[in-house]
């Protein structure tokens, strides 16, 4: 994510006060990352939709 899609979506998340997910698609899997939570988030790849964000940010 370049630093210009980074911003945009912490300004959305400062707006409107809530976490942003971004999802960046690919050939076989996909890359999630959530902003602007209270805890550190690393970026994860996953390879199928069946998750709940919740199991990542803990609420």
């Known amino acids: 994510m370049d630093a210009a899609a ?14 942003v997910e971004v999802v960046v698609v690919r050939k076989h ?11 550190k988030f690393e970026q994860q790849i996953m390879t ?6 919740q199991e990542f940010i803990g609420e």
């Open 6 to 19: 980074n911003i945009r979506f912490r300004l959305f998340a400062a707006r409107y006060n809530h976490p």
């Open 29 to 39: 899997d996909f890359k999630m990352k959530v902003l602007s939570t209270t805890k």
């Open 48 to 53: 199928g939709v069946d998750y709940r964000i």
